[in-house]
């Protein structure tokens, strides 16, 4: 198997008294499609923002394509092929679509013209080609995932991290949405997701890693994930799992 | 699109050569000096406020910091006057760029920003209020040496084409920043600077870039004060009144926009001039004025003035043509 395209490592957070990541660890390997699971509250983000160099870690190790990244600001992470979206949608409200799309595309793209037609074509990849002109104001929350994932995909990354892409649609935008992931993969690029919306997670992922209280308790195909009592008591309770065997068992 | 960008700045700079052949009026000609010297000032500020979202209230330090070099080099080291405003603009952006190391690596934004920038004018004032070389409270004063080799002309055209001329650079130089990627990356910063991050935007460059361009600007209107009204001290160079005024100006012309403070500088001056004339010379009216002025545009026009001439024409003519003309103001 191909070295891993990124390896977090042991890796923690501590905000004062609270910490939030725990010695946190995962592999993406090159070309998959990985998830972050995990109730509100688990670290989730925080691990996210980690990773792309929003906030540093106060111990552990993040490996990206065999160097050793840990602490390295967020814009350069960027330019080593490094994406996110953001769970709240930051657009630029006062720009349009395309010019949204082509402060991505400019990373690499150095001319105004040349940025703004590979700007339009990331639009056309992710369904925003009719209102390029339209104030990113005036999106829908729908339209506005989309541009998040457009910028991102406008930076030509290779890795991609989408924090909640899917919360907030609705069961039509998210079926639209989940080819719109696969065919990104597809194009080469890796993708590592958090996400909540458990039939997109299950269907997209083919590794999961489930994060309790900012430590991993869990990994494995959709399906290991699911049966794991561990998995099962973090997100209904302790003793969940067994009360779920034994009502199995009963009838 | 990028090449037609430059034929709205050459009209009118054309069209502003030419008023002194129309008329040789000098009160009508140093007003036009001083707004322009504002409209450069006000573009300095456009450049970092209006683009980058930072808002400078201390424009004053770099305005000063030419004049005074500018000055200085002159009357105390000898050096002849074309060096002495080039370096003049040279240390202005020096200092633009100090400053902006100290508070944009500090993380400073928002009114925070505003307030240190204020606080390093308000210093450098003091400073020069007292320092022995910037010829403490007496001030600075430039031997009258006319002639295009000292940079002094007799007739007030010459003067007003030369601030049109440096005032057509900072337009070119404007629309040159709006059509680059360093224009996107700064408008991305502006707009979010979180997200401007995530596509790989050194936002701590861009704004220090943006920084030392405006400073370099606002140094460039104070060389002119000096080699213009050839006395400068403390409270002229680096007093408050050339940080709002060089704030006004884009604001109520509409902030971000290349002719923006042009337009502004205009209106200010022309208020300022009017308040004048119909009350007498009541000493700090012309604020008052500014401080109405500034109400009502940030209450109805809070895109300014540009904005609403833009939106005026685009209710004469076809839509799809607003747009463009709201988008590249």
New interface residues.
Partial sequence: MDKPILAVEGISKRFGGLLAVREASLTVESGSITAVIGPNGAGKTTLFALI?G?LTPTGGRIVYLGADITGM????L??QGI??T?QIV???????VL?NI???A??H?????S?LAAAADVARLVGLDTML?QPAATLTVAGRKRLELA??L??SPKLLLLDEVLAGLNPSEIRDMVPMIRAIRERGVTILMIEHVMQAVMSLAEQIYVLVEGHTISQGPPATVAADPKVIEAYLGAGAAAKLAGGAHGR | ??RSGFLPIAAVVAAMACIPFVTSSNVVLNFLVVALLLTLAGQGWNVLGGYGGQYSFGHAAFFGTGAYATAILQVRYGLNAWPAFALGIATGALVGAVIGTLTFRSGLRGSYFALVTLAFAEVLRIVASVAPITGAGVGTLIKLDVGARALQFQSRAAFYWMILALVAGALVITRLIE???FG??L??V???E??????????TRVKLSAMTISAAMAAAAGCFYAQYFLFIDAGIAYGPWISIEALLAPIIGGVGTVFGPLLGALMVKVLGEAAKHVTGDVPGLDLVVYGVVLILVVAFAPRGVADVVARLRGLLKRPAKK?REA?HG
């Fill in positions: 792309t929003f600001p967020a814009h350069r960027a330019r994406a996110r953001f930051q657009p630029f409200a006062g720009l349009s010019e082509a402060v991505g400019h990373l793209i150095a001319g105004r013209t940025a002109q910028r991102a406008a930076t | 699109m990028s059509q680059s990627r996107a990356w408008v991305a502006r707009e979010n979180d997200a401007a991050r995530a596509l790989g935007v050194d936002a747009a988008a």
